[in-house]
């Protein structure tokens, strides 16, 4: 379903975009450029739109980057989500490195990955995107290592098992995935760095 915002322009005319259309734009631009890279004119040309549209429909600069942050993880990030209900923990991890390849894949250009890169290097302005991007990682190492825990529990992973690890192993290599695509590595390079961080799984 779309949902148009309706503005009034100086000629009297209604102007109308379409609101999720916008924000794939502006998600396009951060995810190139990282949150304290993307100027707001840069934005506003890209979405096709003047900067009183972008505040009355999307608020300010950082409320925006949380709004298309919202939009990657339930679009191009949605392969992680995907990949936990895999019915083993190998397969849980084979699944989230093949997702992210794939997802370079289907872009014009590899871009890496938002949360790894949307703000590692950041001024004073970026500082709460930051530390929001710090915890979203977090977070995601605590799902995988309770999706892990459950996998020792039910026999899929060796006793003794250091959940912990494994989960922080498997969002390292995932972090290190990213920056090589962002960097230029190709597909196939990819899969065979996926490959090879497999072999390290617990049997």
């Not at 093949?98 to 590692?120: E, H, N, T, Y």
């Not at 977090?138 to 992973?157: H, S, Y």
């Amino acid at each position: 379903m779309l949902f148009l915002k309706r503005l009034p322009m100086p000629s009297g005319r209604i102007r109308q975009f379409d609101i999720e259309e916008a924000l794939d734009r502006a998600l396009e631009v951060f995810w190139t450029r990282g949150y304290e890279g993307s100027t707001l004119p840069e934005l506003t040309k890209a979405m096709g739109i003047n900067r009183p549209s972008l505040y009355a429909a999307f608020g300010n600069k950082e409320q925006l980057f949380r709004k298309a942050l919202d939009r990657y993880q339930t679009g191009p990030m949605s392969f992680l989500a995907d990949a936990l209900s895999k019915p083993t923990a190998r397969a849980v991890a084979e699944a989230i490195f093949s997702g992210f390849v794939r997802m370079q894949r289907d872009r014009d250009k590899a871009r890496g990955c938002l949360i790894v890169s949307g703000a590692l290097a950041a001024g004073e302005e970026a500082e709460t995107v930051r530390r929001e991007l710090a915890q979203l990682r977090q977070a995601i190492v605590k799902t995988l290592r309770e999706r892990f825990k459950g996998a020792v529990q039910d026999g899929d992973l060796p006793a003794g098992t250091d959940c912990a690890t494994l989960a922080r192993y498997t969002a390292t290599v995932l972090g290190g995935l990213a920056v090589q695509a962002a960097s230029g590595t190709t597909e196939k390079e990819l899969r065979l760095v996926s490959a090879m961080a497999m072999r390290a799984w617990p049997d």
